[in-house]
């Protein structure tokens, strides 16, 4: 077991000692058990799984973000947290198709570019997230 916290601009989310977390990064989804080697990538939008030492599971979506894992303990600070059922998926609908032709549209800035691809990277992620419930 480990401690493991999740962590949003607008506080904790989760906090507690845990045997497993699988939760989606740069190079690819992950599980991170105790002992794991360190650590330090970026999270990508996706699940975040919590399997706890009792056998409960606790699943979140979770938007960009970093990963600290530092022995006995894991931090994953990330832009935003929901549970399924809480995703607005109309307005993520919305922020995907506002980022697809701006996209398609050309002229963007390396800088924009970039915006547009995360915001709908994030919106196709959390949509997907929000069907599977």
Partial sequence: MYKLEVVTPTGHVFSGDVYQTVINTA???IGILE????LLTTIKP???RIEKADGEVIE???TF?????TGQKVIALVEE???FDKINVEHEKQLLEEAKNALTSGGL???ETKRYEN???RAEALINLYKQQ
């Fill in 27 to 29: 190079d690819g989804e």
């Fill in 35 to 38: 002992n794991h080697m360190l």
């Fill in 46 to 48: 996706g699940k975040l």
């Fill in 60 to 62: 979140y979506a979770v």
């Fill in 65 to 69: 973000g970093t990963l600290d894992v």
């Fill in 81 to 83: 947290c929901y549970e």
């Fill in 109 to 111: 800035s390396e800088e």
């Fill in 119 to 121: 915001q709908r990277d």
